[in-house]
């Protein structure tokens, strides 16, 4: 399955972003899709996701702030970021693990968010 993901910007503290991924290639309906992000100098983190099904779960920094949704008709996954700190800029990734499997194997290509304080 191929991502391709979108939505990132320059916003100040306090705004909002959408991020939007979509897929193509593969039974989406098949895939945990997930939104991580890396940030300068630091690892990749897992930021949220959602099971095929639709349940969801999150980092414990953007609880509250961030919410991931799909849509499996459109082949879509998003990451509506509310109440964005300085902290949450980084470079944000799409990605699909398929429900019989232990790791995320699908990537899109990064989308960067940038936050002023």
């Known amino acids: 399955v191929q991502l391709q993901a979108s939505g990132g910007g320059l916003v100040q503290a306090g705004g909002s972003l959408r991020l939007s991924c979509v897929a193509s290639?593969?039974?989406?309906?098949?895939?945990?899709m997930g939104w991580f992000r890396q940030a300068p100098g630091k690892q990749r983190e897992l930021v949220a996701a959602?099971?095929?099904?639709?349940?969801?779960n999150y980092e414990d920094s953007v609880k509250g702030r961030f919410t991931i949704s799909r849509d499996n008709a459109k082949n879509m996954v998003y990451l509506e970021m509310n109440s964005l700190k300085p902290e949450d800029t980084a470079v944000y990734y799409c990605?699909?693990?398929?429900?019989?499997?232990?790791?995320?194997?699908?990537w899109g290509q990064g989308t960067l968010v940038t936050v002023s304080s």
């Open positions: 290639g593969g039974a989406f309906s098949n895939y945990i």
């Open positions: 959602t099971s095929n099904g639709g349940s969801t």
């Open positions: 990605a699909g693990m398929f429900i019989l499997s232990t790791e995320y194997k699908y």
